[in-house]
């Protein structure tokens, strides 16, 4: 069973460049989160797909968009980027459904310097 | 306004003795609470949960306290091992269908040989 794994695992872009982050999900998995960590903080939830849907939002702006294909797995695609998009992307990948206990399961992330 | 806090950025234990991480939470609405481990350079990875419905969950060494009343939950290791040594966070969810998890802003844990 692989676990979840993210690509590419450091990107350094320009501000207003727009930046494509990939993550495969857990076998078996059909919900994948993504979420954004700074420096020093814990992370934030950006937004969640559920069987190729968007499933909830945190508090980002529409120029952070995702897709989720029918292998399960997800892009998070940022457009005009600025200075403060600078931190750890972390895909995180869950069983779905209704069950409460459903676990979330992390990759290694995405580093984005944004220059 | 943070839903979950760990107010002590940092703890530093003796190998062999227990670490106790602590976090508080604001919201009414979580019913399911997480510790996560993070070492440099890796994502988190899921140690322990427990559901609203308990008030203690163990796994091995660890053991997760969780006080209603309070909005208090804690993390007991022991005993703590070097290999220990890593960021913790805290993370909760609450009904809703995206789950999402709100973190602390972590604990520092340093176990000492």
């Known amino acids: 069973e692989t676990g979840v794994t993210q690509s590419p695992t450091h990107l350094i872009k320009t501000r207003g460049q727009q930046v494509t982050l990939r993550c495969s999900s857990q076998?078996?998995?059909?919900?994948v989160s993504w979420y954004q960590q700074a420096l020093g903080q814990g992370p934030q939830f950006i937004f969640q797909?559920?069987?190729?849907?968007?499933?909830g939002r945190g508090n980002f702006p529409p120029r952070f968009s995702g897709l989720q294909f029918p292998n399960y797995s997800s892009e998070l695609n940022v457009n005009a980027l600025e200075l403060d998009d600078s931190a750890l992307y972390l895909c995180?990948?869950?069983?779905?459904?209704?069950?409460?206990?459903?676990?979330?399961?992390f990759g290694p992330g995405t580093r984005l310097t944004v220059l | 306004d943070q839903q979950v806090k760990q107010n002590s950025p940092s703890l530093s234990v003796q190998e062999g003795r227990i670490s106790i991480l602590n976090c508080d939470y604001t919201n009414s609405m979580f019913d399911y609470f997480l510790w996560y481990k993070k070492y440099p350079a890796e994502g988190p990875t899921f140690l322990i949960s427990?559901?609203?419905?308990?008030d203690k969950n163990e796994d091995g060494r660890f053991t997760v306290f969780l006080n209603k009343s309070a909005k208090h939950l804690s993390l007991h290791i022991v005993p703590s091992q070097p290999g220990d040594s890593a960021v913790y966070f805290c993370?909760?969810?609450?009904?809703?269908?995206?789950?999402?998890?709100?973190f602390g802003s972590g604990t520092q844990l340093t176990v000492l040989p």
């Open positions: 993370a909760a969810s609450g009904s809703g269908s995206a789950r999402q998890l709100t």
């Open positions: 427990i559901s609203s419905i308990k």
């Open positions: 076998s078996g998995h059909n919900t």
């Open positions: 995180a990948s869950s069983l779905g459904g209704l069950d409460y206990t459903d676990t979330q399961y």
């Open positions: 797909y559920y069987r190729e849907e968007e499933n």
